[in-house]
């Protein structure tokens, strides 16, 4: 897990764009430049072993992971209180992460998560929130969950003010120029 020159962490509320975001960015960069990493990947791996669910389903954007995304927060958090960096190093295990010169971490989602990459890589992590309004996340289709959008998966990281960027995703945002803003921090 050494190789990777620079880390960018990206955090935000659901449908805030972060998973668009970071798509866009990897084509820019290339898959032989960049690989996207998800936390949330063994996290849904782990949940489908265990309760023998369709892995596939979990790991889209539908109602099936909405159905057990509650139980599934609950879950992780009891695992990470035992190990903050189990679902971190999970996810960055695969070997691919020291192949590539950039590594994107497309759902920060906790200062535990934060902390694990800056133990890790030190100087090379960037961190960059993305915010959109209750309205744009909602045209999105958002929609607010009580035992989700309330908790610590959605709101740890709420009260952090430093970022290395913050970008507003609203809708009809200039994606091309956020792009640009991301990869100067290269």
Same mark, same amino acid.
């Given at each position: 897990?050494?190789?990777? %020159? $620079?880390?960018?962490?990206?955090?935000?509320?659901?449908?805030?764009?972060? !998973? /668009?975001?970071?798509? %866009?960015?990897?084509?820019?960069?290339?898959?032989?430049?960049?690989? $996207?990493?998800?936390?949330?990947?063994?996290?849904?791996?782990?949940?489908?072993?265990?309760?023998?669910?369709?892995?596939?389903?979990?790991?889209?954007?539908?109602? /099936?992971? =909405?159905? /057990?995304? %509650?139980?599934?927060?609950?879950?992780?958090?009891?695992?990470?209180? *035992?190990? /903050? +960096?189990?679902?971190?190093?999970?996810?960055?295990? =695969?070997?691919?992460?020291?192949?590539? *010169?950039?590594?994107?971490?497309? !759902?920060?989602?906790?200062? @535990?998560?934060?902390?694990?990459?800056? =133990?890790?890589?030190?100087?090379?992590?960037?961190?960059?929130?993305?915010?959109?309004?209750? *309205?744009?996340? @909602?045209?999105? +289709?958002?929609?607010?969950?009580?035992?989700?959008?309330?908790?610590q998966s959605e709101c740890d990281l709420d009260d952090v003010?430093?970022?290395?960027l913050l970008v507003e995703n609203e809708a009809g945002?200039?994606? *091309? +120029? $956020?792009?640009?803003?991301?990869?100067?921090?290269?």
């Amino acid at each position: 897990m050494s190789n990777p %020159r $620079i880390v960018l962490l990206f955090s935000g509320k659901r449908k805030c764009g972060k !998973d /668009y975001l970071t798509e %866009r960015l990897l084509q820019r960069l290339t898959p032989a430049r960049a690989q $996207i990493v998800r936390i949330s990947e063994p996290i849904k791996r782990c949940w489908a072993d265990k309760l023998g669910l369709d892995l596939g389903e979990l790991l889209g954007d539908g109602p /099936y992971k =909405e159905r /057990y995304r %509650r139980e599934m927060i609950e879950w992780s958090d009891g695992r990470r209180a *035992e190990d /903050y +960096g189990f679902f971190c190093r999970a996810a960055c295990s =695969e070997g691919v992460v020291a192949a590539r *010169e950039v590594c994107i971490v497309s !759902d920060v989602r906790r200062k @535990t998560d934060v902390r694990f990459f800056r =133990e890790t890589f030190g100087e090379r992590v960037r961190t960059v929130r993305i915010v959109a309004g209750e *309205e744009t996340r @909602t045209e999105r +289709g958002w929609k607010f969950q009580q035992g989700v959008d309330d908790v610590q998966s959605e709101c740890d990281l709420d009260d952090v003010t430093e970022w290395d960027l913050l970008v507003e995703n609203e809708a009809g945002a200039d994606v *091309e +120029g $956020i792009l640009a803003r991301i990869e100067a921090l290269l």
